[in-house]
């Protein structure tokens, strides 16, 4: 996978160095002598990952990393901070500061390109799903991308996958006062437990009895249920290429024993975060599909989807010679209720007339608000008399009780009329349905209201 990668260096020949080698690899890469160049280019979109020295003038790599993941603009970009620095307190330096990795020079270029090629893959799939929240700005909805970015990474929910207890109890007391920690020694239950339980993070050791861990990490990776958790590697210093592969076949992280408590826990709250940013773009993007959808008033699906979806029934209905129908519902002198009692009572009489026809209605059938007072129902599999049948019921539904307004302080009596129609042989589309359907209900309209007709088959 080609990704566009920013070595972040104020020494030249480290700079054509990196260069080179990622440019070998098919990667693009962009350069920056110092702190201020490389957030320019970040926040300009142009970098997928960062490789970002420490020991820069001015401003040092651990205070341009902190700042990139400071921004809702920059934060979801990896950074894997490149050093001479070897000390464990440096490495937490740089993880506390929000980077994704840490990488000491001489760089191992296996290590180096496994690392970059696993950060593009989690790039890629961020980068769209925060395209997709921002389409959901034009509809109205909370910034996704603020509130994703806004996350501290504690209180997580986290399966330990670990049949060593000096190991497991380890990790366990290190995380258990800041998140909620549960422990499985058996790869086969961890497997159902993990599909079972929404575990934001999943931590297995590569050393099982008896059994790959490795292979686990992929399993966890691949599983409907699971694929969206984190999963992080924990390893001996001697099991770097499974390692490597792990981060090749899309583990998102790794440690090596003896397990620093303080790199544990840097490590897992950026997995932790990283994993929620991605959940709260995704459920954005739900919300975007949602609301181009919904009508926001009623709840009720809107005239966009009721034509795509009438369209597919009708089409559906025509090749397997099944019935379908239509109702067409529109409340009897609703002008009158926000003439007298107010818009705000006309809303409220709305949305309690949405639910009753949703309450007479099946899961399957399609409930549309077509515009105004008016709703549409598709029935599929439903002949005319039964879709007449469907529409006395909610008639009934719709006159026996009073509507409550202006925050149920009053009510007023509410009344309904329908038209009914079914597919015909020769219907081309579900206009011609529509039509019909319209026709009789101006006959139910002009025979005296709050009443039923059905169009003839």
């Known amino acids: ?23 070998a690899e098919y990667f693009d890469v ?26 820069m003038p ?21 950074v894997v901070i490149v050093t001479a620095l070897d000390q464990p307190s440096d490495r937490l330096k740089g993880l506390d500061a929000g980077a994704d990795d840490f990488l000491t020079k001489p760089i191992d270029d296996t290590a180096l390109f496994a690392r970059v090629r696993s950060l593009a893959r989690l790039k890629a799939m961020t980068d769209e799903l925060r395209n997709r929240a921002l389409a959901s700005r034009d509809l109205g909805i909370a910034d996704p991308i603020a509130a994703a970015a806004s996350d501290n990474g504690e209180r997580a929910s986290i399966l330990i996958v670990d049949d060593r207890p000096s190991s497991s109890d380890r990790i366990r007391g290190a995380l258990e006062k800041v998140h909620k920690v549960e422990l499985e020694s058996d790869p086969q239950r961890a497997l159902i437990r993990a599909a079972e339980s929404a575990h934001e993070l999943i931590i297995v050791s590569l050393d099982l009895q008896g059994f790959d861990g490795l292979r686990l990490c ?30 090749e076949l899309g583990v998102h992280d790794f440690l090596v ?28 993007v739900q919300s975007s599909i949602e609301m181009a959808v919904t009508d926001q ?26 019935d379908l129908a239509v109702l067409m ?13 107010g818009h705000d009572a006309g809303d409220e009489v709305l949305r309690e007339f949405a639910r009753r026809v949703k309450d007479a ?51 007023i009596s509410v009344t309904v009329s329908i038209g009914v129609a079914s597919r015909r042989a020769g219907d081309q589309s579900p206009a011609q349905m529509m039509k019909r359907a319209d026709e009789a209900l101006y006959k139910a309209k002009g025979e005296g209201r709050n009443r039923v007709i059905a169009a003839a088959a």
């Not at 970040?42 to 420490?54: F, H, M, N, Q, R």
């Not at 879709?387 to 302080?409: D, L």
């Open 257 to 284: 024993r003896p397990v620093d408590r303080n790199e544990l826990l840097a490590r897992v709250k950026t997995q932790v975060k990283r994993k929620r940013y991605a959940d709260r773009l995704r459920d954005g």
């Open 58 to 78: 001015g401003m040092d790599g651990f205070e341009v990393c902190r700042r990139l993941k400071a921004s809702g603009h920059t934060s979801h970009i990896p």
């Open 30 to 55: 962009l350069t920056a002598s110092n702190g201020p160049d490389a957030l320019r280019i970040c926040a300009s979109g142009a970098a997928d990952i960062v490789l970002l020295d420490v020991m």
């Open 361 to 411: 209605t099946r899961i399957v059938d399609v409930v549309a608000r077509m515009g105004g007072e008016e709703i549409v129902v598709v029935l599929p599999e439903t002949s005319l008399g039964s879709a007449a049948a469907v529409a006395e019921r909610i008639r009934h539904h719709v006159q026996s009780e009073p509507f409550g307004i202006r925050g149920g302080t009053a009510q």
């Open 218 to 247: 992929t399993q966890l990776r691949s599983l409907e249920r699971t694929r969206n958790s984190a999963v992080l590697m924990v390893g001996e210093g001697e099991d770097r290429m499974r390692i490597l592969r792990g981060l």
């Open 1 to 23: 996978m080609s990704a566009r990668v920013l070595v972040v260096d104020d020494i030249l020949p480290n700079v054509k160095l990196l260069e080179a080698k990622l440019s």
């Open 297 to 322: 008033l009623t709840g009720l699906h809107n005239r966009r989807y009721l034509e795509t979806h009438f369209s597919g029934l009708f089409d559906e209905s025509a090749m397997r010679a099944r």
């Open 329 to 341: 519902l529109d409340i009897d002198k609703f002008k009158l209720v926000n003439d007298t009692y």
